[in-house]
C-alpha cells in the first residue's frame, strides 16, 4: 500500500499525538525534572512509587506494554482479515493502514516499556525479534512504492502468476510443435494389410466338381463362379444374360425423362360438353360443340406446350451495319469490384534451412523454454538473444525468416515471464520472513507477559 494518500493523514497525526502523550507521561512519572516548568502533569497521571526498579513492572510501563501487545494481537488478525473478505468488520484497506501506522506506534511504546534498556537474556531476544519483524515491514512498505513503478518499465503486459506454468508449458509446446514439422514423416509398415496368399492368387481352373454341374446350388458353388471356372462361369454368364435383357425389355415399356426434349403431345380427343344446359343447346342433342362455342370456365385443361423446332443455321451474307451505339453517360457506369489479392505462393522447401532450425531449436531454444529458472539462461539476456536469432536468419532462406521471427517472439515472451516471476518474488518472499517471526513474537510476548504478572 502507497502511503502518498490523503487517507493517510489522519492516521500520521493521531500516532504523532500518541507518541508525544506517551513521551510526556514517562518524563513525567520518572523525569520530572526535565520536563519545562508551564508543563504539569495532574496528580491522577502521576503513579505512586513503587519498588520494582525497572520501568516496565510499573503501572506506567505495564500500560504500555498491555497496549503494544494488543496492537501486535491486531496486526497478526490482518492474515485472517484477508481470507474472510465477507466479514464486515471495516475494509481490508482500512485494516491495511491501521497495521501499519498502529505496528509503527509500537516503537515509542516498546522502547518506553523496556526503559532505553535491553533486559535479560529474554527480553533481549524480544527485542531482536521485534527488530527483524519491524525492519521486514519497511522493507515490503517500501517495495510497494517502488513495484509498481518497476513493472510498468519493464512489462509491457502482465500475467496472471498462477497462469505463468501453463504459459510456459505453451510455448515449450509450439516449439516442439514447429520442430516435428520440419522432420520427415516416419514410414510406418502397414502392419494391418493381410498377406497375399498363394491358394488366392491361383486362377488356373480346377476340375469341374458334382454339386457345380447344372446350376449353382451351393454357396461354395457361387463363389468358385469368381476365381475363373469354365464349367461354372457358362450358367452364371447365361443366368446374368437373361436379367439384362428382362431390364432391357422393362425399361423400353417407360418412357424415360430426359431433360430438354421435345415433348410430343398426345392427340385430342373430341371434346363435348358434360353439362345438362350444353347438352340442351346442343343441335342435335348429344353432338360435339366446337371448342369455340364452350362457355367459359368450361374449357379443359390446355395441352401441354410443344418445343419449338430447332432454328435453320443462318446462311453466310452480308454483315449488317452496326447500330450506332448510345452516349457514355445514358449507361449506368458498373461499379469498380476490387479484386482480390492473389494468394501468396508457399516458399518451395528448404532442406537445408529446415536442418539449422530443427538443430536450432533443439539446443538452443527447447532447453530456454523448458527451464525451470530460465534468468540462468544465455537466451535471457536479450543483448545475445537479439545477435543469436540475427545470425540464424542469414543461415535460413528467406521463406524461413518468419519461422526465425516467431520463435524470437517465443523467447521474448519467456523472458517476460521471468521478469514478472523475479518482481513477484521481491514483492512477496519478505513474506516469508515477516509472516513466522510476527506470530513468533506475538506468542514469546503474551509468554513474557504471562510470567511479568504471575512471579514478579
Not at 531449436?361 to 532447453?367: S, V, Y
Amino acid at each position: 500500500m502507497r502511503i502518498n494518500n490523503w487517507k493517510h493523514v489522519p492516521w500520521i497525526v493521531f500516532v504523532l499525538l500518541a507518541t508525544i502523550a506517551a513521551c510526556i507521561l514517562y518524563a513525567g512519572n520518572f523525569h520530572p525534572a526535565s520536563l519545562p516548568s508551564w508543563l504539569r502533569l495532574l496528580p491522577s497521571l502521576i503513579q505512586t512509587p513503587t519498588e520494582h526498579h525497572t520501568v516496565g513492572g510499573t503501572p506506567l510501563g505495564l500500560w504500555f506494554g498491555t497496549i503494544s501487545l494488543a496492537i501486535f494481537i491486531f496486526a497478526v488478525l490482518l492474515s485472517l482479515r484477508k481470507k474472510i473478505p465477507l466479514w464486515r468488520v471495516g475494509t481490508v484497506q482500512r485494516w491495511l493502514r491501521a497495521h501499519i501506522w498502529l505496528t509503527i506506534l509500537t516503537i515509542p511504546l516498546v522502547i518506553l516499556h523496556s526503559g532505553f534498556r535491553l533486559g535479560g537474556p529474554m527480553t533481549t531476544f524480544l527485542m531482536v525479534l521485534y527488530a527483524i519483524v519491524m525492519v521486514s515491514g519497511f522493507y515490503g512498505l517500501f517495495l510497494q512504492h517502488i513495484m509498481p513503478r518497476l513493472m510498468k518499465e519493464r512489462l509491457p503486459a502482465e500475467t496472471v502468476f498462477e497462469q505463468i506454468p501453463h504459459i510456459r508449458s505453451q510455448l515449450a509446446a509450439a516449439a516442439e510443435k514447429m520442430r516435428d514439422s520440419f522432420k520427415p514423416p516416419p514410414k510406418k509398415p502397414d502392419a494391418g494389410a493381410p498377406a497375399a496368399s498363394p491358394a488366392k492368387t491361383a486362377t488356373v481352373a480346377g476340375p469341374v466338381m458334382a454339386s457345380t454341374k447344372g446350376e449353382l446350388s451351393t454357396p461354395a458353388a457361387r463363389a468358385k463362379s469368381a476365381t475363373g471356372s469354365p464349367e461354372i462361369a457358362a450358367p452364371v454368364v447365361a443366368a446374368a444374360d437373361a436379367s439384362a435383357a428382362k431390364t432391357a425389355e422393362t425399361a423400353a415399356t417407360v418412357p424415360s425423362s430426359i431433360p430438354n426434349a421435345a415433348i410430343t403431345p398426345a392427340a385430342p380427343k373430341p371434346e363435348t360438353i358434360g353439362t345438362p344446359t350444353a347438352r340442351v343447346q346442343s343441335d342435335p342433342p348429344g353432338a360435339p360443340v366446337a371448342r369455340s362455342e364452350i362457355p367459359p370456365g368450361d374449357q379443359p385443361a390446355p395441352s401441354p406446350p410443344v418445343a419449338p423446332p430447332a432454328p435453320p443455321p443462318p446462311t453466310p451474307g452480308p454483315a449488317p451495319a452496326a447500330k450506332p451505339s448510345a452516349p457514355a453517360a445514358a449507361k449506368p457506369a458498373a461499379a469498380a469490384v476490387p479484386a482480390k489479392p492473389a494468394a501468396k505462393p508457399a516458399p518451395p522447401p528448404d532442406p537445408a534451412s529446415e536442418a539449422v532450425l530443427v538443430e536450432f531449436i533443439e539446443r538452443q531454444i527447447l532447453p530456454y523454454l523448458q527451464a525451470r529458472r530460465g534468468d540462468r539462461m544465455r537466451l535471457n539476456n536479450p543483448r545475445f538473444s537479439d545477435d543469436t536469432f540475427r545470425f540464424v536468419k542469414l543461415r535460413v532462406a528467406e521463406g524461413y525468416r518468419s519461422r526465425v521471427e516467431e520463435i524470437q517472439t517465443w523467447c521474448d515472451e519467456r523472458r517476460m515471464l521471468d521478469v514478472q516471476v523475479r518482481l513477484h518474488h521481491w514483492l512477496h518472499g519478505w513474506l516469508f520472513v515477516h509472516g513466522p517471526f510476527s506470530f513468533l513474537l506475538v506468542m514469546l510476548t503474551i509468554w513474557h507477559a504471562c510470567v511479568t504478572l504471575f512471579y514478579y
